[in-house]
Nanobody
Framework: VQLQACGGGLVQAGGSLRLSCEAS????????MGWFRQAPGKEREFVASVRENGGSTHYADSVKGRFTISRDNAENTVYLQMNSLKLEDTAVYYC????????????????WGQGTQVTVSS
């Protein structure tokens, strides 16, 4: 199993970035896909997830209205469009594959990808 994330970088506050995560080694369309992040000195936290067919999404309150998760099952890729970035969005972002745990609940994770650094500057 491989989850290869890319697209991180340095951006000014208010700017945008688009993360991508290409998956292989499992049946992509059978898994909920998501993004988590971990800031220095903090625990890893849920950011967003998208159901297997892309029809339903779930977001952490801190990113609602600014981030959009999507997936392309033909390309085995999940995306995270991040707009209106804030200093507090600075973190290592991790792609994840897993399953649905219930309405309003973060996904459970079966597989983790390597992280990609997002740094938001003032």
């Amino acid at each position: 199993v491989q989850l290869q994330a890319c697209g991180g970088g340095l951006v000014q506050a208010g700017g945008s970035l688009r993360l991508s995560c290409e998956a292989s080694g499992f049946t992509f369309s059978s898994y909920v896909m998501g993004w988590f992040r971990q800031a220095p000195g903090k625990e890893r936290e849920f950011v967003a997830s998208v159901r297997e067919n892309g029809g339903s999404t779930h977001y952490a309150d801190s990113v609602k209205g600014r981030f959009t998760i999507s997936r392309d099952n033909a390309e085995n890729t999940v995306y995270l469009q991040m707009n209106s970035l804030k200093l507090e969005d600075t973190a290592v972002y991790y792609c994840a594959a897993g399953s649905f745990r219930g309405l309003g609940q973060p996904m459970s994770v079966s597989y983790w990808g390597q992280g990609t650094q997002v740094t938001v500057s003032s």
